[in-house]
Nanobody, 128 residues
Framework: QVQLVESGGGLVQAGGSLRLSCAAS????????MGWFRQAPEKEREFVAG????????????YYADFVKGRFTISVDNAKNTVFLQMDSLKPEDTAVYYC?????????????????WGQGTQVTVSS
């Protein structure tokens, strides 16, 4: 099992940046496929980014939703057992609760139902 705790959310103006952190405990993040999702009010939760860091060869493959490509970056710090989501050029439509999630296996999934472990979420609000 792994426990996930997000932090780093807040209020930022459009065009600004935030870095979200997802601290894992229980097992190393390299043991899981890690994903970031978000849920805006009255909308379904949606995939933002994912990484399938491999402890085996020390590399990772990252995936992004089209609406964040070029603006958001997911990264994994195995030494800190933490996953980050760097968010730049934020837009008001990025306002949502952001969740970190983990699933076993090798493949990044864009489906939230395929993730077993979830953090409590962190609120990101982008003002215009």
């Amino acid at each position: 099992q792994v426990q996930l705790v997000e932090s780093g959310g807040g209020l930022v103006q459009a065009g600004g940046s935030l870095r979200l952190s997802c601290a894992a405990s229980g097992r190393t993040v390299g043991s899981y496929v890690m994903g970031w999702f978000r849920q805006a009010p009255e909308k379904e939760r949606e995939f933002v980014a994912g990484s399938n860091w491999s402890d085996w060869n020390g590399s990772s493959i990252t995936y992004y939703a089209d609406f964040v490509k070029g603006r958001f970056t997911i990264s994994v710090d195995n030494a800190k057992n933490t996953v980050f989501l760097q968010m730049d050029s934020l837009k008001p439509e990025d306002t949502a609760v952001y969740y970190c999630a983990a699933r076993s296996g090798l493949r990044v999934s864009r489906m939230d139902r395929e993730y077993t472990y979830w953090g409590q979420g962190t609120q990101v609000t982008v003002s215009s």
